[in-house]
């Protein structure tokens, strides 16, 4: 008896957690999603197993979702050639996992599979496989969990990134310059260069050998040299790679200067200097030329008060003079 009701309370259990815990290959209609075991891409018309492609590498990417946080969950994941991937998001939660709900996206599109779920303590683990290998397997992947409130992880699948140089590269005129780019650990198909005329881009043509020239470097990277550089060659530059799964571009600013930039400095100073002893040479002259005013004025000065006190005397001396004759003549 009691064996039939713990058979009957077991099948009960699985009744109610398999939606959350149930394995299996779902297809979208551009690829196959699936957990664990391995499946078919479903392209179009044409089923493509996995065995088709046997440089599949192996990816995994885990993001972990917090239940009692608002915060943005997100991550990038470069994804350079064709791979088996598998996502994992961790939700933390305090309640049984047959009272959250699950489900996975692919940008705003629901994907009709059912997710499955491994329970870790207080981690509710939600994980699916994607196998990517065209560029409009390049999207947005979400994982939702639906309990007290909604919240959600979201992978975006970037092809690589392109690196160059931050600072802008300086040359003079009639010098050469080499303009660089790499995809660092990911090999692209092919590269190509573009120039910028204004708001458009250009290709770069690479018959002028006199002008361009592709210097020899490894599969990662690409390396572009302008001969005999004129100022109209200064601006930004280009490179854009092409990946299996995409395409993706990075810039560099070259500036071309003339010979004559370096001297602008010295002749600013030069030309401060200049300014700076006429000033003094000027000031000294008034100051010289004051000091003469100066002095003659004084002498001037000196010549008057010497006249005055001559005059002064000699009519001193006629009153002096007159004053005895007229004591004279009384006597």
């Known amino acids: 008896m ?3 009701l713990g058979a009957l309370s077991l099948s ?3 009744f109610v957690v398999a939606p959350s815990f149930s394995k299996g290959t779902i297809t979208d209609a551009d690829f196959t999603t699936q957990v664990v075991t391995e499946g078919t891409v479903e392209m ?6 996995s065995s088709s492609y046997p440089e ?3 990816m995994e990417a885990t993001l972990l979702v917090i239940e009692t946080s608002d915060a943005v969950v997100e991550k990038n994941v470069t994804i350079g050639n064709p791979a088996s991937i598998e996502l994992k998001c961790n939700f933390s939660t305090t309640r049984h996992p047959q009272f959250v709900y699950v489900y996975w996206k692919k940008g705003n599109d629901r994907i009709p599979t059912t997710s499955s779920v491994r329970v870790f303590e207080n981690i509710m683990q939600a994980h699916i496989r994607l196998t990517v290998t065209d560029k409009k397997h390049m999207d947005s992947y979400s994982c939702v969990f639906e309990g007290i409130k909604e919240r959600k992880g979201t ?6 990134e392109i690196y160059v140089k931050e600072k802008p590269l300086v040359n003079y005129e009639r010098d050469s310059a080499v303009v660089n780019c790499n995809s660092k650990n990911y090999v692209a198909l092919e590269w190509m260069w573009y120039a910028s005329n204004g708001s458009e881009k250009v290709p770069i043509d690479l018959t002028l050998k006199n002008k361009y020239e592709i210097v020899p470097s490894s599969h990662n990277e690409t390396k572009l040299k302008i001969k005999h550089l004129e100022s109209k ?5 280009w490179c854009r790679a092409i990946f299996l799964l995409g395409d993706s571009e990075g810039k ?3 500036k071309v200067l003339t010979y004559l930039v370096p001297l602008k400095p010295f002749l600013v100073v030069t030309a401060e200097v200049v300014i700076l002893i006429t000033g003094i040479f000027l ?3 008034y100051t010289k030329r004051r000091q003469l005013s100066s002095e003659s004025g004084k002498e001037f000065e000196q010549a008057e008060q010497l006249k005055s006190e001559d005059h002064n005397g000699v009519h001193k001396n006629n009153q002096r003079t007159r004053h005895r004759k007229g004591d004279t003549s009384v006597n």
Do not use: A, C, M
């Open 252 to 254: 560099q600013n070259l």
């Open 44 to 49: 179009g018309n044409e089923n493509v197993t």
């Open 56 to 58: 599949l590498i192996p």
């Open 12 to 14: 009960i259990f699985l």
């Open 2 to 4: 009691r064996s039939s």
């Open 233 to 237: 060659d200064g601006g930004l530059y």
């Open 155 to 160: 992978f975006h699948f970037k092809v690589p």
């Open 283 to 285: 000031y000294e002259l």
